[in-house]
């Protein structure tokens, strides 16, 4: 925890940027019978019953101190699914950093091992290298910023029936466009000095 807390102090290096990821799922549904449109005092109205078409993963790249944020939409979340998102990350949004710190859970898909699943030794490598990993504790997700812009996407975008990926893709594309024009940052405030007063019972008694 300490450490992330730290990480997150540094002032804005665009050489070794700090960029925060985390996964999510949504379930794709379509209407079964066609909504009732809104009228005077009436808002929209749906049917309580729908077809399920399938669930997508939401991949989160955010780096808060830029207000920069990339949000993929994926079959699933595989080893190789997580390798070709760190892939893109790096060659397509960030070729000139030296090393990207990315922030993330333990969840067993995120490490070097997957990188190796999905592509020969040396590209393996060659990704690893330019790497550096910062894992969130257990019962730590709320460490990781993309959790917060993920909820923020689900509140924003997604809390509502979207019936196919192509759907889901376009519309998270404008929410994203939109976010990253206004250049949304986070500033994070909670420091070491405040853990080690709120968060006291989680230390060792000496």
């Known amino acids: 925890m300490e450490g992330l807390l ?28 066609e909504p009732l449109p809104a009228s005077a005092g009436q808002p929209e109205r749906f049917d309580t019953h729908y077809r399920r078409n399938g669930v997508a993963t939401i991949f989160m790249h955010f780096e808060p101190l830029r207000g920069w944020r990339k949000t993929s939409v994926a079959e699933g979340k595989r080893r190789v699914d997580w390798a070709g ?65 993920l909820s923020i996407l689900s509140r924003q975008c997604l809390d509502r029936r979207i019936e196919d990926a192509p759907k889901l893709m376009s519309e998270i594309a404008a929410w994203q466009a939109d976010r990253n024009h206004r250049a949304t940052k986070v500033k994070w405030q909670f420091a070491t000095k405040d853990a080690r007063i709120k968060l006291r019972k989680l230390y060792p008694a000496l």
């Open 85 to 149: 998102q760190i892939r893109s990350l790096l060659d397509a949004h960030y070729p000139r950093a030296r090393k990207v710190h990315l922030v993330m859970d333990n969840l067993n898909t995120h490490g070097g091992a997957s990188l190796y699943e999905a592509f020969a030794p040396d590209e393996a490598r060659r990704l690893l290298d330019r790497l550096e990993f910062h894992y969130t504790p257990k019962h730590g997700s709320w460490l990781n910023v993309a959790e917060i812009e």
């Open 6 to 33: 730290e990480l997150y102090q540094q002032p804005y290096n665009p050489d070794e940027p700090v960029v925060c990821m985390d996964e999510t799922t949504k379930q794709l549904t379509a209407e079964v019978r």
